[in-house]
């Protein structure tokens, strides 16, 4: 079942959201801003080390891990070669 709309409260709302604009609702400006934080050059060629950092750890561990992996499996094929072969 539909009701009816409620008349008297869509005028309360829309006289409140009227009066009470979205600058009424913002909270107020700060005195400085990230956007001046992280505009300094420096901060710019921090991140940009910090990401090559990142980048090169992740890289190089991958390869330690594909390579421990390998000598893994090659040692453990050849364990069971070895004892194939023994009579």
Do not use: I
């Amino acid at each position: 079942m539909h009701r009816r709309p409620n008349k008297t409260f869509q005028a309360l709302a829309a006289s409140v959201l009227a009066w009470a604009g979205p600058a009424h609702c913002a909270p107020p400006a700060s005195a400085w801003s990230w956007s001046e934080v992280w505009s300094d050059p420096g901060t710019d060629t921090l991140l940009f080390a910090l990401t090559a950092l990142f980048w090169l750890v992740t890289h190089v561990w991958a390869l330690v891990v594909v390579w421990a992996e390998a000598r893994a499996t090659r040692s453990a094929a050849a364990g069971t070669a070895a004892k194939k072969e023994t009579p």
